[in-house]
């Protein structure tokens, strides 16, 4: 994000008291942001602030909301951190976690969601499809990326040895069955396939994992006998037999019932 780009700074207010409880800053709209905390409460978040939302979901409420200032987003950072400061000498009862800023640094490290916390994680996105808008974002901002060394070996790594299920493999196959990509799909995935091949890198990329899957997979060698006088004389044997069997399967199908071969057979006259 730019400097010159404009940020809000916000506060939630207790709508049963009227209490100032939170002081915020966004760069995007504020009721999305308020649509944020609220749907982060009902997810289970373990914020102070989190808590008195739920507090009021619980009751049917929402939170009244004002906006304090707009500002570049550097100078929203200092101006939300001065309001917290002012506030919480005036004696305001707020829910922030820090000073303000940037927020607290490493608070999410090693939390892990409960089971139900992600169950409605996951019901929430049911259903949900991004814009085109959002899209096109998503799809600019992976223009150019690549993964690190590290990246790619760790991948590598967490996908190695892992196996889908009966059950997924099951769904996966019934999900591509029948199913048809467009011709522009199909254009593009050429030009993405041709684009690929003309980077000697990734032809070498693709070679030496190629390599690498053969190296690794288990080979089923046949043993084969030593080449012995003895060996060499059952195989002339079995050789030669198995030759006179078909000379003698050809000699019964072109043989006429006279004994002689059909081609020698002199054709019947007519009287």
């Known amino acids: 994000m730019t400097t010159g780009e404009k940020s809000h700074v916000y506060a939630l207010m207790d709508p ?21 905390h609220m749907r982060s409460a009902r997810n289970g978040s373990p914020y102070h602030s989190a808590c008195w939302l739920r507090q009021l979901i619980k009751t049917g409420m929402k939170p009244d909301v004002m906006i304090l200032a707009h500002a570049p987003h550097a100078d929203a950072a ?18 922030n976690m820090a000073d303000g800023g940037e927020g607290v640094p490493g608070m999410n490290k090693g939390r892990k969601h409960t089971p139900g916390a992600r169950r409605n994680m996951s019901r929430a996105q049911v259903g949900r499809k991004h814009t085109k808008a959002t899209r ?38 019934e999900s ?16 993405a396939a041709k684009r690929q091949w003309a980077n000697p890198d990734s032809r070498r990329d693709l070679s ?22 003895e060996w060499l ?16 399967r050809a000699h019964k199908r ?8 059909l081609s020698e057979a002199s054709p019947a006259r007519k009287t």
């Open 254 to 261: 072109h043989r006429g019932p006279d004994g002689r071969f």
């Open 136 to 173: 096109r974002k998503i799809s600019k901002a992976h223009q150019g990326m690549t993964h690190s060394v590290e990246s790619r070996r760790k991948m590598s790594e967490s996908s190695t040895g892992k196996k889908h299920s009966v059950r997924t493999r099951r769904k996966l196959s």
């Open 208 to 229: 030496a994992g190629i390599k690498r899957s053969w190296t690794k997979r288990p080979r089923k060698l046949t043993k084969v006998p030593p080449r012995t006088p």
């Open 16 to 36: 049963r008291s009227g209490e100032l409880r939170y002081i915020g800053k966004t760069c995007q709209g504020v009721a999305a942001r308020v649509a944020g």
């Open 176 to 191: 591509l069955r029948g199913l048809e990509k467009s011709t522009e799909t199909r254009r593009k995935l050429s030009e």
């Open 78 to 95: 200092n101006l939300e951190r001065q309001y917290i400061a002012l506030l919480r000498a005036a004696g305001a009862k707020l829910t």
């Open 233 to 248: 004389r059952n195989m002339s044997k079995a050789m030669l037999a198995q030759s006179a069997e078909l000379s003698t």
